[in-house]
């Protein structure tokens, strides 16, 4: 069975490349080294500091994988490849009903976060504004029912 490719956009990739990075190549040799101090310090069985080491050792393998993992199925989107319409690495202005205007940039599911504005192409909002064009009207579905908006701009996001 395939795995199932999860979206980056080139910037939310290279941010996992660049932990990968420093855990392989920085974190490791630091908690070696903590490990190492902490075993010089006698009877391990009553070594909090080498507990404690051992415990940001295993943390750090555990994310290693996972990152490995996400890389692997990392399916990178082309932002330059759409132009014409919103997409995954767009940046979209939307002025709803009321007058107000919000800035979001669409990011795969796994570079969200809503305090900065980045929100999923699977979210409500994400839904709603990809593949529509600018001065397009939009109904985005919310727990508190539909709310229209109008796009009142994109662009690649940077």
Not at 134 to 149: L, Q
């Amino acid at each position: 069975m395939e795995e199932k490719k999860i979206k980056y956009t080139v910037e939310g990739y290279e941010k996992l490349k660049e932990e990968y990075e420093y855990l392989k190549k920085v974190r490791r040799q630091e908690i070696k080294e903590l490990i190492k101090e902490a075993r010089s310090f006698g009877d391990l069985s009553e070594n909090s500091e080498y507990d404690e080491a051992r415990d940001q050792q295993a943390k750090v393998e555990s994310r290693i994988l996972e990152l490995e993992y996400l890389m692997k199925n990392a399916e990178i989107i082309d932002t330059d490849a759409v132009k014409n319409i919103v997409a995954l690495g767009s940046t979209v202005v939307i002025k709803y009903k009321d007058g107000t205007e919000k800035k979001y940039d669409l990011v795969g599911s796994n570079e969200v976060d809503p305090f900065k504005g980045r929100i999923s192409d699977r979210s409500p909002i994400g839904m709603a504004v990809i593949g529509h064009k600018k001065g397009d009207t939009v109904t985005i579905e919310t727990r508190a029912g539909e709310k229209d908006a109008v796009i009142v701009d994109f662009y690649k996001t940077k």
